[in-house]
């Protein structure tokens, strides 16, 4: 089975600075890894995600996530935030091989502030 | 093109009424699956369908079935509801059964009182 852990369930940051969200999986098999976002009262939007080749990978609104394969991380990293960006971000992963089941973490909110 | 659509975008009912929501995928895709979102967690995977038959089924009570139509449509039927089955339910297409990206609808609301 897999499992997504984001840590931290919060994260306030002022309008134009960086941020990073992390997420760490663990899995006994390989996996794909996706991050999504969720605007208050829609549904989930694909940022990026990695399947294999570069571990950098890089998405839409500026998003970029890095696998790192010996710490089972995956973590999300903006250079520089707009207010627009404040919504809950969710990592997840699924299994190689066979399927299309996600298995999401418990996600982070993103509060940018002026 | 549009993509996923679902109906209804919110729904009160009460314990141990039955519910039926609706997913309509993009067109083309032949996968659809369903997710749970209570308040506060991330989705939790219900069904898949693919070309109308089950491809996965993830940890839910039997109240939970699901069905595929021939136009690649799908319900999800909940019967005998509990309050715990208030959340958000997300539909998601996908052009195959495999790790192709999942596109998410809107979610229907269930509120159960």
């Known amino acids: 089975a897999q499992s997504v852990t984001q840590l931290d369930s919060q994260v306030p940051v002022f309008e134009e600075a960086p941020v990073e969200l992390r997420c760490n999986y663990s899995?006994?098999?390989?996996?794909?890894l996706f991050w999504y976002v969720q605007y208050p009262n829609q549904g989930l939007q694909l940022l990026l995600k990695?399947?294999?080749?570069?571990?950098l990978v890089k998405g839409i609104n500026g998003f970029e996530a890095e696998f790192n394969k010996s710490q089972t991380s995956f973590h999300l990293r903006k250079p520089s935030v707009h207010i627009s960006d404040t919504a809950e971000y969710f990592c997840?992963?699924?299994?190689?091989?066979?399927?299309?089941?996600?298995?999401f973490g418990t996600g982070t909110q993103l509060k940018v502030e002026l | 093109d549009a993509g996923v659509t679902q109906s209804p975008t919110h729904l009160i009912k009460t314990r141990g009424q039955h519910v039926t929501l609706r997913c309509s995928p993009i067109?083309?895709?032949?996968?659809v699956s369903w997710y749970q979102q209570v308040l506060g967690q991330g989705p939790q995977f219900i069904f898949q369908?693919?070309?109308?038959?089950?491809?996965g089924r993830g940890n839910f009570p039997d109240r939970f079935s699901a069905r595929q139509f021939p136009n690649y449509s799908s319900e999800l039927n909940v019967n005998a509801l509990l309050l715990g089955d208030s959340a958000l339910y997300l539909c998601?297409?996908?052009?195959?059964?495999?790790?192709?990206?999942?596109?998410f609808g809107p979610g229907t609301r269930l509120l159960v009182l």
């Open positions: 998601a297409s996908s052009s195959s059964s495999g790790q192709e990206t999942q596109y």
């Open positions: 899995s006994s098999v390989s996996v794909y």
């Open positions: 990695y399947l294999s080749g570069s571990t």
């Open positions: 997840a992963v699924i299994r190689t091989g066979g399927g299309n089941k996600l298995t």
């Open positions: 067109s083309g895709h032949k996968s």
């Open positions: 369908y693919y070309e109308k038959e089950e491809r």
